[in-house]
DNA sequence: CGGTCCTTTGAGTCTGTTCAAACAGCGTGG
DNA sequence: CCACGCTGTTTGAACAGACTCAAAGGACCG
């Protein structure tokens, strides 16, 4: 048995999925994939299942259509866990470094009859799957209704807001791929930056490092909250695993506040 | 105990999540909703777990932001169900029928705690919320890559391709839902209808009701395949339930194709 | 027949893109 | 150490696509 931290989650990723997979015998199913900028993960084709956490870096889940146009459709950052099956019939999708990344995989594939009747385990699946919903919603509305200014000024408050650290905030990506998140180009990411510095919002300290100077004028900015990290998988460092807090190991989410 | 069909669904809404309601004694928590054009479905808030699945008829999931811009992020259709908590902390999020709309609702609150130590109905409540993320990724693409000729073009061809029946498609949407599905505005969307038109790819036979003249041509337009309905949830008419197919109610949705 | 609501079309404006060029950072090799 | 080239960023000018504002046209209903 691997050991579990005081939330369910193992040491190694932290997720509580993960301790799920096998861990004795010839199938232990687990490993730790370490991936360097622009290395990918894809999708695994005939009916297999796995989850992906990541443990420390950041990773962009990207689609590309026929004709090359790009999508990044989410940011995924330390201690969020991507479900397997990403691809679509037809655009190929993928999951891809944007920094040094550590992920920890854990294929279910075979273990899938039994575990598909363990409620813990659906449990934490349907909450993975859920919080994924829920940023996509919001993504979706970011793209649909949001002009280019109040989108790159929603995104930097967001890396500030999920961020591991406080400090400096890392911005592990370049203007063509925050383009390709925003739905805009290249050249207009950067003019905008260029207009938010001015403005004296942001500051950078150098191209992928910024401060977020004047918070509450971010947040007049914008017709929406800024997402926060969800609810906590980690139970990291110091804040040592919220006690008690519910008898199965990932709560169901609910639509309940706790602002 | 309600009657089940083939498939296991009850023969009110053809779901195979209400299913898991309880059907007799003083806690029957399931009805039927029928909603007029423009009625609401708000989620609840306090910790209340609804499914909605719809019998008949186009129902949106609509988001208002503070200032007004409004989002569209689905059109759901006959079949399809939607999980209750979509609301987020700021943005106000509901379901709205687009036509006389018949709803099936399913309240599982009270039986929660029972509920999801069961599998099968984990499964079930999977599988709704896995389709509805293919759908908001695929619908992130379209606003952050497709210009506006091709989003209006990927929208009809879509509403063709989720039609209940054959022959005319049924278009319960003015210019301006379309626009807030499609991130546009009204006059956009029916400056390009137009266009459509008199290219000769659509042709218009009432305000709400369209035939797809040239769906070669529809296809060469877009750089994505076109979403088809997702795996019948229905055993609805002559099509009597897909024979023998799994043994579980609603299998995981699993990256294999079935082109 | 008149009123209302939705749609269509047009003219002008603005935002974001395209194309192009200059610039900055950084590693390599002389 | 500096020159060089590579890559990513910034900025500018011209263009195009989508939006705004305005007005006319249609459909429907009392």
Redesign the interface.
């Known amino acids: 048995m691997a050991k579990l931290d005081e939330a369910g989650g193992c040491f190694a990723c932290g997720s509580k999925i993960c301790r799920f997979s096998r861990q004795n015998g010839s199938h232990s199913k687990r490993r730790t994939i370490n991936l360097r900028r622009g290395e990918r993960l894809e999708?695994?084709?005939?009916?297999?299942?796995k989850l992906w956490t990541i443990v420390s870096g950041t990773a962009a889940i990207t689609?590309n259509?026929?004709?090359g146009?790009?999508?990044i459709?989410g940011i995924e950052r330390t201690g969020s866990t991507i479900?397997?099956?990403?691809?679509?019939?037809?655009?190929t999708?993928w999951l891809e470094a944007l920094e040094p990344t550590e992920i920890c995989e854990t294929d279910f594939s075979e273990d899938?009859a039994m575990l598909?009747?363990?409620?813990a385990f659906?449990?934490v699946?349907?909450g993975v799957?859920?919080e994924?919903?829920?940023a996509?919603?919001?993504?979706?509305?970011t793209?649909?209704?949001l002009d280019s200014t109040e989108r790159v000024t929603l995104f930097l408050a967001e890396m500030a807001a999920t961020a591991d650290k406080p400090g400096p905030v890392n911005l592990p990506m370049n203007r063509e791929e925050i383009a390709?998140y925003?739905?805009l180009n290249t050249e207009t990411v950067s003019r905008i930056l260029s207009r938010l510095r001015k403005a004296g919002l942001f500051k950078f300290l150098t191209r992928t490092e910024f401060v977020v100077l004047d918070p509450e004028a971010v947040a007049r900015r914008l017709?929406?909250?800024v997402a926060r990290r969800p609810r906590t998988l980690f139970a990291t460092d110091d804040t040592s695993a919220d006690p008690g807090s519910c008898p199965?190991p990932y709560p169901?989410?609910?639509?309940?506040?706790q602002?």
Do not use: K, W, Y
């Open positions: 999708a695994c084709r005939d009916g297999c299942i689609t259509l026929r004709d146009r790009r999508q459709s479900c397997g099956p990403m691809a679509h019939e037809d655009s999708t899938m598909q009747n363990d409620p659906m449990q699946l349907f799957i859920h994924r919903l829920e996509a919603n919001r993504h979706l509305t793209l649909g209704r390709d925003l739905g017709p929406v909250r199965v169901l989410p609910q639509p309940s506040e602002t």
